[in-house]
C-alpha cells in the first residue's frame, strides 16, 4: 500500500473526506473569485459546479465527507489522553473546531433555503445578503479559516515526500492567491449588487429573481441557525465532558516509563508513548502527527515489550514497511500499562546513543556530479607518492572553488576524483547551480591545464556525469564515525554516467532531469540515449565535449529548437 495511505481506517478515511471537503472549497472559491471578472462567468460557473454537488450523488458525497470529517475529528478530540501537541497541529484542530460555528449560518442560508423555501441562492443573492454586514465579516473569515485549516492538513499528510518539500514555496504562493481571488471576487460583485438594490426597479427585479426571503422566512431561518449551533455546542460540551472523564480516570492510575540515556517520568495509564512524552516534555519525533501513518516515532522497547499489547493492523503494516525487529514499536500506537524502558530512535533535539538526529536521514531531490580525472593510473605510474599527492592536491585546488561558488560541497573524494552535491532550497536552484559549476569547472581546468604546460607537463582530462534525483542525506556509520553522506539510486546513476563518459568521448554528460529542472528545453534529438545499469529505461544525456562554454551551448540549442 502507499505510504500516504497507511494507517488505520479511521486515519485513511479521514484522508479522504479531507481530500474532498478541499476541492470542493477550493473549487467554490475559485467560483467567488470570478465575481471581480464577470457576474456571467460567476453564475455560469456556479451553474456547472452545482450539477455535481446538487445532484443525488454529489450531494450524498459532499455531505457524508463533511460529516465522516468532522465525527472523526470529534471522536479523536474525546479519545485524546493529552491536549499536548504541536503548535501547527492545535492550529489546524482549533480552526476545524471552529468552522462548523460559522457554517452552520452558510449552510441554513443557501441550501436549506433553497430546499425549504425555494430561494434561488445564486452569488448575487448570498452577495446582496451578507455585503457590508457584520455576517460578510463573518463568511469571509469562514473561508480564510476554512482554507487555512485545509492547507494545513494537505501539508500534514505529503510533508514527508520530497517533492512536496521542494515545491513549498510554489505552493504557498498559489495557496495565498486563492483566498485573495475569492475576496476580490466578493467584494468587486457584492458592491454591484448593492448598487442595483439601491434602484426601487431593479430591487424589484432581484427580489423576484432570487424569491428573495420575506421576514418571516428570515427570522425561521435565524432561528434555526441558532438551534443547530447549540446543537454543536452541546456536542462539543459531550466531548470535554468525554474528555474530561478520560482525564480523570487516566490520572488516577500511572506508570513509569524510563527513556534510555533519560529521563525517567510517571505519566497516566491509557495514553500513548507519544502522548505521555508530550505531556511530559519529552522531546519526541512524530512526522505524521502520531497517526500511524510514518514511522518517525518508534521505538525499541527494552524492558517490558512482553506486556504490551500486540500492534494493530496498521502499526503492524507500518513497521513492516520499515523492516522493524519484533521489539520495535511506533510510540502513537501503544499504550503502556506497566513499566517499561524504550529507546527513541529518531530525537528531534538531536541526542542520542551518542548518535545526532540527522543519522535518521532525510530525502530531498537535488543535483549532484561525479568527476574524475583521466588516465591518473599512467600518468602517475612510477611517480614517488609525494609527487601524486602534490598533483591530485593542486588539480583539486584549481577546480573545487568553482563548486563552492555555487554553493556546491565535495561529499567524498575518490582517489582522483570526487563526488559532488548542490543542497540548495529546490531542484530548480540545484540544477542550475550544478550547470554553474560544470562551465566554472571547464574553465578552470584549462587554466589549470596551461599552467601544467608551462611547466613541461601534459595537460589533465576530465569527465563529469551529472544526474538529478531523490537522495538520502545523513550520517551514515559506526557511532562517532559517521560522516554526513549521500545515498541512492541517483547517486548511482550519476557515476554510472561519470563512467561511459569516456566512451563517448566527452568531457561531460549532463542528464535530461538536470536541464528540466533548470528550466533548459534541450531537443531531444541533441541528447544521447544511456542504457544504463540499474534502470528499466534508457536516460537522455546531452554529451558535452567542451564544457567550458555550456551556458552558450545550451542556448544554442534551445534556438535551434524555437
Known sequence: MNDLWRGTWPTRLRIASGLVLFVYALLHFVNIGLGMLSPEWMDTAQDWRQLVTRSLLGSIVIYAALSIHMALALVKLAQRGTLRMPLGEAAQLALGVFIPVLLVAHLIHTRTAHEIY???????????LIYDTADGWKQSLLLLVVWVHGCLGLHFWLRGKAWWRSALPTLIGLATLVPAFALAGFLVEGRRVRALWADPDERAAMIEQFNFPDQETFATLIGLTEQLRWVFGAVMALVALAYGIK????????????????????????LTLLEMSRL????????????????????????????????????????AAAGADSNMRLACQIKPVQSATVFRIFRPDGKGRNRNHASQGEEKELALLFLDMRGFTAR?????????????????????????????????YLGDGFLALFETATAQSSAQAALRAIEGIAKALQAFNEKLISEGQSPVAIGIGAHLGDVVLGEIGAAGQAPRTLIGDTVNTASRIEGVTKEYKVQALISAPVLNAAGHHVPESQMISLSLRGLNTPLHALPLTEASTLSAQIAALETTDA
Not at 425555494?118 to 446582496?128: Q, S
Not at 612510477?382 to 561529499?411: K, M, S
Open 280 to 319: 511530559r516534555g519529552v522531546p519526541h519525533a512524530s512526522l505524521c502527527g502520531g497517526r500511524g501513518r510514518c514511522t518517525t516515532c518508534r521505538v525499541i522497547v527494552e524492558e517490558g515489550a512482553e506486556l504490551l499489547h500486540p500492534p494493530s493492523e496498521a502499526e503492524a503494516r507500518s513497521l
Open 118 to 128: 425555494g430561494v434561488n441562492d445564486e452569488m448575487g443573492y448570498i452577495m446582496l
Open 247 to 270: 482525564y480523570i480516570r487516566t490520572r488516577k492510575r500511572s506508570v513509569t516509563i524510563t527513556y534510555s540515556a533519560g529521563p525517567q517520568i510517571t505519566a497516566p495509564r491509557g
Open 380 to 412: 602517475t605510474t612510477g611517480q614517488l607518492p609525494y609527487d601524486v599527492v602534490f598533483l591530485l592536491n593542486r588539480f583539486f585546488d584549481a577546480i573545487v572553488p568553482p563548486i563552492n561558488a555555487e554553493g556546491g560541497t565535495v561529499d567524498k
